[in-house]
RNA sequence: GGGCCGCUAGCUCAGUCGGCAGAGCACCGCCCUUUUAAGGCGGGUGUGCCGGGUUCGAACCCCGGGCGGCUCACCA
């Protein structure tokens, strides 16, 4: 960064000059009794009198992000992690030191000691006895009134934003608090946490295009790994019978409001289970979840209002297009299908089967509507390579999507265990790439030999966290929720 | 990748018909010991995203490129 102007040079001044005078510009460990919002807190009902009889001492840091100077006295708000403070730096108190207030800046990192008052407005403000400089900053932050309004800015220097816009702050420690109720709810439930191979010879456990990478030593390419799947149903024929895995899963795609190419995903697996129990618990996963950060299972997102009591709907794929209006002969025949969807204007062309076809036409003719919660259950076959067949109608599975607000937040299933089958199902895919199909699945021979040794019936989940988030955090877009997310480079 | 929109001071933004680059905040100097977007007086600090072109003259018009936003396609 070479943008060196006038007002950075200003500030080297000051930081030279603070030198000259014995002060180290980036001080030491300081030594805090409270963080701003127990101050409040805890004196926030205090009255100037009783202040003044019962004196309480405080030592606070942050950053100064105001500051209002007279001749001989200054006011400045600092911020910590958890809120504002103002704090009054007077001269007749703090004599030669006073000098030092002179050469601070807004955006330097202060530490204060002082005695609690209330201002002639009753504000609450910490009296300052002595202080330290600890962080001098060199680069002025946005004005105070608009803030950091320019999204590429507030993307590219995150650290910015989240100085300027608490809001921001807000939203990531919110995606914090869900994260670690997700985790606790399926400790709860008696799952163990487990961490899966990011680097994957053979990606798999998705349709999707992985990026790919080199190991020099090993002297074989590598690839991020699109899904933890087939790792966390090996771990299930190894006996555990609940896993789960909360991690990034890399996706070669392109980059919108609902896509980074690197996202966190939960995926879990209950061994003697199938999809039923499933949905069961992904309400009450969802239901708890809710309650747990927003207190209410009625959630606003954009201009939808969405409720969460459960029970929520379920509906087969099938019943769902019919309900759209597709006529059931449709839904049975490649042919009327695809012609049915040329007619109203669907692109069809890389749909190969029935399936493709169908699930085409449902996210044109029945997503849209979907504000859910709902989940949609039993998807074609060969949608599903990795998913068991329903009992009574084998060109189906045993899945569900979750849709929330038209968005798919959760994708499950009851697991596939019979080798044989994987094993067809993965020729299948492997015929479809080499037709050209770049996201079809790879043949993991290893993942059939772990499944011959024996796969207990099992159900699993994937809910995309980020997505989430910007449901519980009414986030328009995936770059709010992610705190470095993927831009191209400033140069 | 396609379409539309944007890019001017540290930040937020104006800028008329192509005619000396502006405002508020921030900043600098002076004054000011209870301020809250403190106040008063004075000061404009600029690679106009980059590169070409048209023109006597371009922030403005044209061409090419960059980055970002939205959207479509693809996906989760």
Known sequence: ???????????????????EMGINPYGEPYDITHHASEIHSLFGEKDAESLEKDPVEVS????????????????????????????????????????????????????????????????????????KLLTKSLRPLPEKWHGLKDVELRYRQRYVD?????QVRETFAKRSAIIKFIRDFLEREGFIEVET??????????????????????????????????????????????????NKNFRNEGISTRHNPEFTMLEFYVAYRDYRFLMDFTERLFTELLKEITGSLRLKYGDLEIDFSPPWERISMFDALM?????????????????????????VSGAVTL??????????????????????????????PLAKRKKDDPDFVERFELFIA?????????????????????????????????????????????LEYGMPPAAGEGIGIDRLVMLLTNSPSIRDVILFPQLKPEK
């Open 197 to 246: 191979p990011m680097m994957h010879q053979i990606p798999g456990g998705a349709a999707a295009r992985p990026f790919k990478t080199h190991h020099n030593a090993l002297g074989i390419d590598l690839y991020l790994r699109i899904a933890p799947e087939l790792y966390l149903k090996r771990l299930l024929v190894g006996g555990y019978e609940r896993v789960f895995e909360i």
């Open 162 to 166: 989240l100085i300027v816009n608490p």
């Open 323 to 347: 309900n759209a209006g597709v006529p059931e002969e449709v839904l049975r025949d490649y042919e009327k299908a695809r012609d049915w969807a040329r007619g109203k204007g669907i692109d």
């Open 355 to 384: 399936g493709k076809l169908l699930d085409e036409i449902f996210k044109e003719k029945v997503e849209p509507s979907l504000v859910g919660p709902v989940f949609i259950t039993d998807y074609p076959v060969e949608l599903s």
């Open 1 to 19: 960064m070479e943008d060196i102007n006038e007002l950075i040079e200003q500030r080297i001044r000051k930081l030279e000059d603070l030198r």
């Open 60 to 131: 606070v840091a942050g950053r100064m992000i105001a500051l209002r100077s007279f001749g001989k006295a200054a006011f400045s708000h600092l911020q910590d992690e958890t809120g504002k403070i103002q704090v009054y730096f007077r001269k007749d108190i703090l004599k030669e030191a006073y000098g030092i207030v002179k050469k601070l800046d807004i955006g330097d990192i202060v530490g204060v000691k002082g005695e609690l008052f209330r201002t002639r407005t009753g504000e609450l403000t910490v009296m300052v006895r002595e202080f």
């Open 406 to 450: 038209s968005r798919e937040i959760a994708n499950a299933f009851t697991e596939l265990n019979d080798p044989q089958d994987q094993r067809e199902r993965f020729l299948k895919q492997v015929e479809a790439k080499e037709k050209g199909d770049e996201e079809a699945h790879w043949m993991d021979a290893d993942f059939i030999r772990a």
